[in-house]
């Protein structure tokens, strides 16, 4: 934690850690696709659920839209004053709800700004309330310190059939 902290803030550290949204995100569907992502391992753009993924990302709230990057995490829209994360579906809710949540904690922890925040799901014109209370900043907590470890091994986790991955953009690394 502290060594994320550590770099987050641009001190210097021995080994900079960096945890981004898209790897809490991971986190919580596959570890096997995290490892993959955290080794900058080109995901197919062709997949449709990417491809979808960024059409919802280019047309949703286009009117609001303005990408924010801060350190390790880049927010999709602030809207009065909270953070909303855009997502095509709610399929995956707690993958969704604990990238969310990761941005708040990192708001927080690292800007020392506290904001609440929305998980909006235009296509299904759906909003879900976020907020980053103890219970939750302590599940950020440990995941960023499982995260740690998941990265840090040579190899990535054992493949593990799940219901999505038929529509994973990583399927090919783990079943062909």
């Known amino acids: ?34 490892w993959f992502e955290s080794r900058s391992l080109e995901i197919d753009r062709e997949n449709a659920t990417v491809v979808r993924g960024m059409r919802v990302d280019e ?19 602030l809207d009065d004053g909270r953070v909303v994360e855009v997502k095509p579906s709610s ?25 609440d925040g929305v998980l909006a799901h235009p296509r ?13 900043a302590k599940k950020v907590e440990s995941s960023i310190r499982r995260i ?11 493949a593990e059939r799940k219901p999505f991955c038929e529509s994973c953009a990583y399927h090919d690394f783990c079943w062909c």
């Open 124 to 136: 299904e014109r759906r909003r879900e309330s976020v907020e980053l209370t103890e219970e939750r």
């Open 148 to 158: 740690h470890e998941l990265v840090r091994r040579s190899s990535p986790p054992p």
């Open 1 to 34: 934690m502290d060594r994320l902290l550590a770099t987050a803030r641009g001190t210097p550290v021995d080994e900079p850690f960096r945890v981004t949204g898209v790897m809490m995100q991971y986190y919580y569907v596959c570890e096997r696709e995290l």
């Open 59 to 77: 047309t949703a709230y286009d009117e609001k839209r303005e990408s924010l990057r801060l350190g390790m995490i880049s927010l999709d829209l």
């Open 91 to 115: 399929a995956l809710t707690e993958p969704a709800e604990m990238q969310l949540s990761y941005y708040l904690w990192y708001l927080d922890r690292v800007a020392g700004v506290r904001r």
